[in-house]
C-alpha cells in the first residue's frame, strides 16, 4: 500500500503538470530557465533537507514513504518541492503575461 506522503507528492505532481499542460499553457516545460531554476531550488532544498534529515532533526514514517532517499531525504520531498516551485512559476507567468508571448525574447 501506498503511504499518504508519497501518494500527495505523487498527487500534487500530476495536477501540477496537468494545471501548466492544459490550463495555464505558459510553456514553462520548454524555456530553458525554468530548468536551470528548478534545479538551483533542488539543489539548495537538498542541502537544507540534508541538515534537517540527516541527524535526524526531522523523521519521517517509514510507512508512509517509498524508502529512496536523496542526501537522507524522502525522494517524495523532491516531488512537492517541484510541485511548490512549478505552480508558483507557472501561476506568476500567466498572471504576468508572459505565456501569451513565449519565444518573443
Same mark, same amino acid.
Given at each position: 500500500?501506498?503511504?499518504?506522503?508519497?501518494?500527495?507528492?505523487?498527487?500534487? *505532481? !500530476?495536477?501540477?503538470?496537468?494545471? #501548466?499542460? @492544459?490550463v495555464? %499553457?505558459?510553456?514553462?516545460?520548454?524555456?530553458?530557465?525554468?530548468?536551470?531554476?528548478?534545479?538551483?531550488?533542488?539543489?539548495?532544498?537538498?542541502?537544507?533537507?540534508?541538515?534537517?534529515?540527516?541527524?535526524? *532533526? !526531522?523523521s519521517?514514517?517509514?510507512? #508512509?514513504? @517509498?524508502?529512496? %532517499?536523496?542526501?537522507?531525504?524522502?525522494?517524495?520531498?523532491?516531488?512537492?518541492?517541484?510541485?511548490?516551485?512549478?505552480?508558483?512559476?507557472?501561476?506568476?507567468?500567466?498572471?504576468?503575461?508572459?505565456?501569451?508571448?513565449?519565444?518573443?525574447?
Amino acid at each position: 500500500m501506498i503511504g499518504e506522503y508519497t501518494l500527495f507528492s505523487a498527487i500534487g *505532481i !500530476v495536477l501540477t503538470v496537468l494545471l #501548466e499542460l @492544459l490550463v495555464l %499553457r505558459t510553456g514553462l516545460f520548454r524555456d530553458l530557465r525554468y530548468w536551470v531554476a528548478l534545479a538551483i531550488v533542488a539543489a539548495f532544498q537538498l542541502l537544507v533537507n540534508g541538515v534537517l534529515t540527516c541527524p535526524p *532533526i !526531522v523523521s519521517y514514517n517509514p510507512a #508512509e514513504i @517509498l524508502g529512496p %532517499r536523496i542526501v537522507c531525504a524522502p525522494i517524495e520531498d523532491l516531488g512537492f518541492g517541484f510541485a511548490m516551485v512549478t505552480t508558483t512559476i507557472a501561476l506568476w507567468r500567466r498572471w504576468e503575461g508572459e505565456g501569451s508571448s513565449y519565444g518573443d525574447g
